[in-house]
């Protein structure tokens, strides 16, 4: 039989890991009844091939109205309240 290791949460729910998995980085993870799999995960996986999907055709209008709001290239603000922002545009 395998061994059973058991996790127990912290007093705010959090598990901490074995040492062997805390240098992971991320996590698959399988929730099967009342148990969690993980899985360490060395690369992210590709997205699954959807070249069999139809292509949406996009109203003309509504093609026009994005090429116009993606060719701005403005520099973004960075601002805690609109009128930090508002401020720092006049500057």
Do not use: C, H
Not at 16 to 42: A, C, H, K
Request: no cysteine; aromatic share 8%; glycine share 4%.
């Amino acid at each position: 039989m395998a061994e059973v290791n058991i996790l127990k949460t912290d007093s705010r729910g959090r598990i901490t890991l074995p040492s062997p998995f805390r240098n992971e980085p991320l996590f698959e993870y399988m929730v099967e009844g009342d148990q969690i799999i993980l899985y360490p995960v060395r690369t992210v996986r590709k997205y699954p091939d959807m070249s069999d999907i139809p292509a949406e055709e996009l109203a003309p209008e509504w093609i026009r109205r994005e090429e116009e709001v993606n060719k701005d290239t403005r520099r973004g603000i960075s601002a805690y309240t609109p009128t930090q922002a508002i401020k720092r545009i006049k500057k």
